[in-house]
């Protein structure tokens, strides 16, 4: 049963991975990433990751992708299709990957890491309960907590500068003169 | 229960599949797509490894990276905007005035 489920949201991610890629309107490749990031979700629950699911789909698929189809929509996501131009790179570029892909498979499975076969230890019922994650947020990951949050206030102030209308006209025409026409 | 070696595989792949979406599309926007396809591909992994070993760090570090990636993308999506303000072509081809 479990093994179902698995194959299941590993197709899904990957195909959901794929659609990302080879879609044409950044749209679709954004609502791909929904159904990928949610496949991910089911398997860190068959990881018994549970809080790290819940956190994937409230906030990776439901905040951070609402932000993503606000800006195609007002970016305009309808544009031409941006593929690479040159055709030497648009076929090296595939071949890299699968050769990557081979190579990092070798690496894992050659690894001879001790764990790597078995299906991992034994957990407790609460391993990736909030209640675990908050305890060890706070006890011996504590600086880390504190500065990833910091770094959220920065991303956040300087999401807000960047996108800000500028007041005076200078910087735009400045650019547009710039720019080739 | 599937082996942890199938998970790690399975990111492996996913990782790859952003690679090649990294290198052959153009648009900032679904190359920004494409590194979170990467960064969740190595959360994958690191959930995987946190069972392995039984121990919760990994997660922690899930945890974290997604608060990054959650940050890359507040501050990516803030400089399409902005490129999109100024008009500037959107193609990662043509933005190379800092190219040396």
């Known amino acids: 049963m479990e093994s179902v489920v698995f194959f299941v949201a590993a197709l899904l991610a990957i195909g959901g991975a794929l659609g990302v890629v080879i879609q044409r309107n950044p749209f679709y490749s954004v609502l791909s990433l929904v159904v990928h990031l949610i496949a991910l979700a089911v398997l860190f629950l068959l990881l018994s990751a ?28 309808l544009e031409d299709p941006l593929i690479e131009p040159s055709p030497v790179l648009r076929v090296v570029a595939p071949l890299f990957a699968v050769a990557l892909g081979v190579e990092l498979s070798f690496a894992i499975l050659g690894s001879g890491l001790k764990g790597i076969d078995g299906k991992g230890a034994h957990v407790a019922a609460g ?39 500028s007041k005076s006209p200078e910087p735009d025409r400045r650019l547009a003169a710039d720019r080739p026409s | 229960m599937m082996d942890i070696a199938w998970y790690l595989v399975l990111s492996a792949f996913i990782f790859c599949i952003g690679v090649a979406g990294v290198l052959t599309r153009r648009s900032p926007l679904v190359i920004l797509i494409c590194l979170e396809l990467m960064l969740n591909a190595g959360n994958l992994a690191l959930v995987a490894f946190s069972k392995m ?10 945890l974290i990276v997604m608060i990054v990636a959650a940050a ?29």
Not at chain 1, 137 to 161: C, Q, R, W, Y
Not at chain 2, 53 to 62: E, H
């Open chain 1, 50 to 77: 549970e809080f790290i699911a819940a956190a994937q789909v409230i906030v990776y698929a439901g905040a951070v992708m609402v932000l993503y189809v606000f800006v195609v929509a007002y970016v305009g996501g």
């Open chain 1, 127 to 165: 391993f990736g309960s909030p209640a675990r994650i908050g305890e060890l947020f706070l006890t011996k990951f504590l600086i880390s907590f504190e500065v990833v949050s910091l770094l959220l206030l920065i991303a956040a102030v300087a999401a807000v500068v960047l996108a800000r209308r």
């Open chain 2, 53 to 62: 070993t039984g121990n919760g760090d990994g997660q922690i570090f899930a």
């Open chain 2, 72 to 100: 890359e993308v507040v501050v990516g999506l803030g400089v399409i905007v902005a490129m999109f303000r100024n008009r500037l072509p959107m193609d990662v081809d043509q933005m190379d005035e800092l190219h040396g």
